[in-house]
């Protein structure tokens, strides 16, 4: 058994400006040849809204869950 899984985020947006209002969409694959189950995914992003749903029950080999974070506000700590 070999469990396994990749986790990506991207932006709604290349490029961003102090004040503009970016959303992050969030993507985890199981990898591996077994069931994963209470799944969570977390952003430490200052400012970023809470994942949604922050967790899946179960996650079968090969496939994907999507969640995504809510809006965040690009502050001067963003651009630093």
Not at 36 to 48: A, C, Q, R, Y
Request: proline residues 8%; without cysteine; glycine residues 8%.
């Amino acid at each position: 058994l070999e469990p396994g899984i990749e986790v990506v985020s991207w932006a709604n947006t290349p490029t961003f400006a102090l004040g503009d209002t970016i959303t992050y969409t969030f993507e985890a694959r199981n990898t591996g040849n077994v069931t994963l189950t209470n799944v969570s995914i977390e952003d430490l992003l200052p400012g970023l809204s809470a994942v949604t749903p922050s967790s899946v029950a179960s996650l079968a080999p090969g496939a994907t869950a999507r969640p995504e974070a809510g809006a965040v506000e690009v502050g001067r700590m963003h651009l630093e």
